[in-house]
């Protein structure tokens, strides 16, 4: 069965303390990865798609990588406006098109 | 930019009224979704339309109707709500029902339901 785990579930940093969100994925022949950006009360942002294993896409603070087995986003030098949860989603062959959504990592930056 | 807007953007109903969401984007975007959210269970697909004149089942379609009125609109439908239902639904559309493309969220409806 496809599926998407993402770790640690809540995830509190101080400012400036660089750390990485993990998602795994199992799927049958993944087509994309997606990351998102919620904030409370908000709708998902996207923030970057993957399509194959040793890709990387930045974003100001923010740096995606991806694997055959998983994602990591790396976050440096974070400040307070990071905080938010971070969502990954992936599209596999077998999945006629449609999203597999982890259920996100919240993450917390401390000024 | 307006992007995807929802209406409304909160609903008390009881259990057995009717109601339906509106969603429209301004992107010129051919695909339109809808999700529920709940603590948990993450992002579910209810239905979603490839193109304008067509609508499919998601992962969850029980208890729904939907409508693509045309490009920029996709509607949902409560016929008899039931707690169950209580939950934040979200909009979403891309260019192509395609994974090359992300999908665009608007901020949601949230709906109790008594």
């Known amino acids: 069965e496809d599926q998407v785990t993402q770790s640690p579930e809540a995830l509190r940093l101080q400012e400036g303390e660089s750390s990485s969100l993990n998602c795994s994925y199992t799927v049958s022949g993944l087509r994309g990865l997606f990351w998102y950006r919620q904030d409370p009360g908000k709708g998902p942002e996207f923030l970057f798609t993957?399509?194959?294993?040793?890709e990387e896409k930045e974003k100001e603070r923010l740096k995606a990588t991806l694997t055959k087995k998983e994602s990591f986003l790396h976050i440096t030098a974070p400040k307070p406006e990071d905080s938010a949860t971070y969502l990954c989603?992936?599209?596999?062959?077998?999945?006629?098109?449609?999203?597999?959504w982890g259920l996100g990592t919240s993450l917390g930056v401390n000024p | 930019n307006a992007g995807v807007t929802q209406t409304p953007k909160f609903q008390v109903l009881k259990t057995g009224q009717s109601m339906t969401l509106q969603c429209a984007q301004d992107?010129?975007?051919?695909?339109m979704y809808w999700y529920r959210q709940d603590p948990g269970m993450g992002l579910r697909l209810i239905y979603y339309s490839a193109s304008e004149g067509t609508t499919d089942k998601g992962e969850v379609p029980n208890g729904y109707n939907v409508s693509r009125l045309n490009k920029r609109e996709f509607s949902l439908r409560l016929e008899s709500a039931a707690p169950s239902q209580t939950s934040v639904y979200f909009c979403?559309?891309?260019?192509?029902?395609?994974?090359?493309?992300?999908?665009?969220f608007g901020d949601g409806t949230r709906l109790s339901i008594l």
């Open positions: 992107m010129n975007h051919n695909s």
């Open positions: 989603a992936v599209h596999g062959a077998g999945n006629n098109r449609k999203l597999i």
């Open positions: 993957l399509y194959s294993a040793g």
């Open positions: 979403a559309s891309s260019e192509w029902l395609t994974e090359r493309g992300p999908q665009h």
